[in-house]
């Protein structure tokens, strides 16, 4: 999975047309699909295609200065999904525990380990927190919807915004804490009741997505796409 993640954020970076930069985001829902992530890849699919309509839409219209700017960023946005996706899976379908346990076994820093494992359930925790916020917000009457937010700024940062930084420092502050708790800072060896190996099927996963990876660089490079 870690691996995974890595090689999809290259390769969306690396890719420079609109059809390899589709083709990897075709390959990274089904991998949603496969997970039995079918409501997820479903809110993909919703948030590509509203890019590319946007994309599209200021193309056509070529607003001077608004078009270029909006554009470059519609395209970040676009070559950012198949690796967020990447990562929605990763954070699905691999527990801590056995997270941590890979990295230590490639020889990661503790340095390195430590923040990333608070980050890693910091996501999952922020995600819940912004769900109570916005139920608090609609309890009280305001409006947190997207027309909301850019009609009233202002008050989406003082109503939102605002409660949510007090807790996010809350959080950390016990992620942190229970992070020590489970003996992160030791300079033992940590066990795991999971059986964490690189087996010869992670092999054979690893070397697909080495060769589609490769594959799709190489048809891009060629203008294959053109």
């Not at 990274?28 to 309509?53: D, E, G, P, T, V």
């Not at 997505?209 to 660089?217: F, P, Q």
Request: net charge positive.
């Amino acid at each position: 999975m870690i691996f995974q993640v890595v090689l999809v954020s290259l390769v969306s970076f690396i890719l420079s047309s609109h059809m390899g930069i589709s083709i990897l985001f075709i390959i990274m829902l089904s991998l949603m699909i496969f997970h039995n992530m079918k409501n997820k890849a479903i809110q993909m699919i919703w948030r590509y295609m509203i890019l590319l309509i946007l994309y599209k839409t200021l193309d056509t219209l070529q607003i001077s200065y608004l078009t270029m700017m909006f554009n470059l960023i519609i395209l970040l946005f676009i070559r950012v999904l198949p690796a967020y996706m990447s990562c929605i899976i990763m954070l699905n379908k691999m527990p801590m525990n056995e997270m941590m346990t890979s990295l230590e076994n490639m020889y990661i820093p503790q340095m390195i380990i430590i923040p990333f494992a608070v980050v890693y359930r910091y996501i999952s925790t922020i995600r819940y927190e912004i769900c109570c916020v916005k139920v608090s917000l609609k309890i009280r009457g305001l409006n947190t919807s997207l027309t909301g937010i850019i009609l009233h700024p202002m008050e989406t940062i003082e109503n939102f915004i605002i409660p949510l930084l007090i807790r996010s420092s809350k959080i950390s502050d016990e992620l942190s804490a229970a992070s020590l708790c489970k003996g992160l800072d030791i300079t033992n060896k940590r066990t795991c009741l999971s059986d964490v190996r690189f087996q010869t099927s992670d092999t054979i996963y690893c070397f697909i997505c080495i060769l589609i990876a490769v594959s799709l660089i190489y048809m891009d490079k060629s203008e294959f796409f053109l």
